[in-house]
């Protein structure tokens, strides 16, 4: 084929600056949206707690319409849709304050709350009633007992899905290139584009993806085996 | 946003079939169902392998299974989009490349919740085969596969919705599909982005939400319908 593999071109000067800053902004953007996620996602526990029909439904159809639609689409809304829904200033300020990231990251925020929501339920039902009843009965109040013992209890049960929702939204962020984010894979087309060393500026970023999921995914299988509740 | 659909309709479900490719929500259909059942054996050979006693099996296999679950979709899309020129020496066309890039980024998963629908059956089943004669292969095909994978249906169909809402990505690389065919709508009429993007939202919305249920629909009737064979539900 006569190609010769030469990673130097791709990882000296200019380019390699533009690969740290693609890096430092997927880890921004996961970083920004991940406690947008969490923050959300506790809130809309919270909402569903509360026993009123009409807040379940709100609940319920946040959650099935964060899952079913595309996030790339969602993405798209938020960027091309909703500042098209807003004043003129509002516009404005948006575009000279690098809308697209903070757009980005609402979306794939408010996404990902929907599956955070749906792991801290499925945490929190996984805990037997009588451990609520119990505590009910030894004098806790509501919120003493679920932030005592129900809550912790769920918490430990839901670590696990929960960083394995933070490795899928650390691989999302890279949709975001497609509304114009300078995240690593729209650095990465940069860097391609500019030296044409197409292979080497795409093994830079598989292998830089590859090093910070590996990561995650050493901390979720960690945790899974340290918070294991031993049943008897 | 009545109007846009009035005057649209057909870029979003053929794009501009008789006037040029098949694409919109005909082509995200295709694609996904292609992708889906290209991947198929890959992934039931995937999750043997990482059954499989052997180490010079199972270590290759999580290997390809822990890198593909440790990138993002479109990294697929890009290495696929290169090295086919390289493979079959011609550039290939996106709806292509976007089915290769899903048929490889899907087997990993797909291979998993086989696995996972193996694991789940009582080891019984594979002691009763082994004591009447039967060897690996007949006791796989015949007794492990069909059990597993009729107990795994709903978690395919969730399979056949994560893979509709994947082919979106073809905006990127202007494979004609449903997203591309809005994001074409709505260049031409640049004011009503956030009308545009709703229907496309929408679209997406009804589409694999019916699946999704028929998804729910289908684990309560397996789950009930099998006299309640001891804990075979699966984990998506």
């Known amino acids: 084929m006569g190609y010769v593999f030469d990673l130097r071109g791709v990882l000296s000067g200019q380019y390699l600056d533009w690969f740290v800053i693609g890096v430092a902004t997927t880890l921004a953007l996961t970083c920004v949206a991940w406690c947008l996620a969490m923050a959300m996602g506790i809130i809309l526990t919270l909402i569903r707690m509360i026993p009123l029909p009409p807040l379940g439904w709100f609940v319920a159809l946040y959650v099935e319409y964060h899952r079913n639609v595309p996030l790339l689409v969602q993405i798209l809304i938020w960027y091309f849709g909703v500042p098209s829904l807003l004043p003129r200033p509002a516009r404005q300020w948006i575009n000279a304050h690098h809308g697209e990231f903070l757009l980005a990251a609402i979306a794939l925020g408010l996404a990902s709350a929907a599956y955070i929501a749906e792991d801290i339920r499925s945490g929190i039902r996984s805990i037997p009633k009588a451990q609520y009843e119990a505590a009910r009965s030894i004098g806790f109040g509501y919120l003493g007992a679920m932030g005592y013992v129900v809550l912790p209890q769920a918490m430990r049960i839901a670590i696990p899905p929960l960083i394995n929702q933070t490795l899928l939204l650390f691989k999302n962020t890279s949709l975001a290139m497609a509304i114009g984010v300078g995240e690593l894979t729209y650095r990465t087309r940069e860097v391609e584009s500019y030296t044409f060393k197409t292979f080497e500026a795409f093994a830079v970023a598989t292998v830089i993806y590859l090093l910070i999921s590996f990561g995650i995914m050493a901390l979720g299988s960690y945790s899974d085996r340290r918070l294991k509740l031993e049943t008897r | ?236």
Not at chain 2, 57 to 66: D, M, S, Y
Not at chain 2, 123 to 152: C, D, I
């Open chain 2, 1 to 236: 946003m009545l109007e846009i659909l009035e005057n649209n309709w057909l870029l979003f479900l053929v794009g501009q079939y008789p006037h040029g490719p098949i694409g919109g929500l005909t082509m995200t259909l295709f694609m996904a169902a292609t992708a889906l059942a290209l991947c198929f054996p890959f992934a039931i050979a995937l999750a043997l392998a990482r059954l499989s006693p052997y180490r010079w099996l199972r270590l290759p296999a999580t290997a390809i299974v822990h890198t593909v679950r440790g990138l993002p979709l479109i990294m697929f899309i890009f290495w696929t989009y290169f090295v086919s020129p390289l493979v079959i020496g011609r550039a290939i066309g996106g709806v292509e490349t976007l089915i290769i890039a899903l048929v490889v980024y899907e087997a990993a998963y797909l291979s998993e919740i086989i696995r996972a629908g193996i694991e789940g059956l009582p080891a019984g089943q594979v002691e009763a085969a082994k004591s009447l004669g039967l060897r690996y292969w007949p006791t796989t095909f015949k007794v492990v596969l069909p059990q597993a994978l009729h107990n795994m249906l709903p978690s395919m169909v969730s399979q056949f919705v994560s893979t509709i809402k994947e082919t979106s990505l073809g905006y990127v690389i202007s494979a004609h599909e449903v997203t591309f065919a809005a994001s074409q709508v709505n260049n031409v009429l640049l004011t009503q982005p956030f009308e545009v993007y709703g229907i496309l939202a929408l679209t997406y919305f009804v589409l694999c939400f019916a699946l999704t249920s028929l998804a729910r629909f289908i684990e309560r009737r397996t789950s009930s319908g099998r006299g309640g064979a001891p804990g075979v539900i699966v984990a998506a």
